[in-house]
């Protein structure tokens, strides 16, 4: 009996040393791990089925422009997830009847916006930028005051028949007083 006992003893001594040397041994794998989960988090962006889950069109940071009522305009970025052009056609909202994509452009040294002939292009697996200054969402007849955080929603409708569904935030902006100037392009042909 009191040998197993001391056997006994022996064998939980080595057992005991043996989890020192496991746990030596994970914590000396760590930086193998971290390096490779780098890799393994970039790897999905690549893999097909990855490019499949992401949607084809989104936009990222949308916002519009407060306002009391009258014009008004919806900004962001879009993103292009597809190997193919995507062009965004006409665009809606509960906040104005009307809705143009408009573009800004030097007009004998004044900027002007005007109707974007053919809508706003996001090439392939890029972006297409809507700023102040440049092409934008144009809200006609805004029903409703904006303020600072209100969440408006928006559909923009893509050549294809898709829409991109997506919600803006009002935000003040003192900049982008572009003139609004119907110009001969201003007509019934794209409403
Ligand atoms: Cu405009």
Known sequence: MIVRRVLSAGLLAALATASVSACGAQSGEQPVGKAAAPAAASAPA????AADAAPPVAITDPWVKTTKKGMSAAFGTLVNNTDS????????SPLSPKIELHEVVDAKGKMVMRPKEGGFVIPARGTHQLQPGGDHIMLMGVTEE????AQIPFTLTLKGGETLEFTAVGKDFAGGKEDYQPGKDMNKSHG
């Not at 690549?46 to 089925?49: L, V």
């Not at 052009?85 to 809606?92: Q, R």
């Not at 904006?146 to 955080?149: E, I």
């Open 85 to 92: 052009d995507i062009t965004v056609v006409s665009g809606a």
């Open 46 to 49: 690549t893999t097909p089925a």
């Open 146 to 149: 904006v303020k600072p955080g």
